[in-house]
């Protein structure tokens, strides 16, 4: 695996008018309520102070299937994000662990696959996806993906051939003024491939590399 750095309706009662970070607050226990009181989700951490450093991880469940003829191959990942927000940050000496519904209050990092052809958040029971915070202010967001991405492969020697597929992960809107992405652990950031069976393959090894991408948006 690489790494790539870069309805509506109405009803009538006056409580559906509070904003609805404040309705969700009223349920919230008080810790929360105090670090929400006031965040504004639209704006990155450190945002006029340098970019946000995000690391990053996986765990690779499975990998279904490899598809020579439309080359590609869909795997179902555990994708884990690590970063600081100041705004977060709270006494004690414990972390909380939050519902994943509660995300959506919450400034999170616009990562996206660059070659995925389709993906999907799994949803049952709820959506899959997990989001902690940390004394410090460090949160730990959580998620469970199944993907198929593209991997241009050289069939000249098949059925004996050997393939190297990327899973490559950029920032869609950022640049690296704003955000820089890393991995946690070096070549240990990704696991499980040396436990997976596959019916017509074997994986021999996999590495990490982090990279900059140019386009005209920025870095």
């Known amino acids: 695996c690489s790494f790539k750095t870069s309805s509506l309706f109405f009803i009538p009662f006056r409580s559906m008018q509070i904003p609805e970070a404040e309705g969700k607050g009223e349920i919230l226990p008080p810790t929360i309520q105090k670090i929400i009181k ?16 995000v690391g990053m991880s996986l765990d690779i469940a499975s990998i279904d299937t490899i598809s020579e003829i439309n080359m590609d191959y869909t ?5 884990r994000q690590r970063w600081t927000d100041e705004r977060l940050c709270f006494d004690g000496n414990k972390s909380l662990s939050l519902d994943g519904r509660l995300v959506e209050m919450l400034w999170v ?8 052809k389709k993906s999907f958040l ?21 998620l469970r993906i199944t993907t198929t ?13 050997k393939q190297m597929c990327t899973l490559q992960l950029e920032s869609w809107g950022y640049n690296i003024n704003d955000v820089m992405f890393y991995w946690t652990r070096g070549n240990d950031s990704v696991r499980g491939l040396d436990t997976l069976q596959l019916a017509q393959y074997t994986v021999e090894d ?11 948006t920025g870095k």
């Open 109 to 116: 990092p616009d990562t996206f696959i660059v070659d995925s």
């Open 122 to 142: 799994h949803d049952i029971t709820v959506e899959n996806r997990l989001i902690r915070i940390y004394p410090n202010g460090t949160v730990l967001y959580a």
């Open 149 to 161: 991405v593209a991997c241009s492969m050289d069939l000249t020697k098949y059925p004996m051939d």
């Open 206 to 216: 996999h590495f990490t590399s982090v990279s900059e991408a140019v386009y005209e």
């Open 38 to 53: 006031g965040y504004n989700k639209y704006l990155r951490p450190f945002f006029d102070n340098g970019p946000v450093s």
């Open 75 to 79: 795997a179902t990942i555990f994708l």
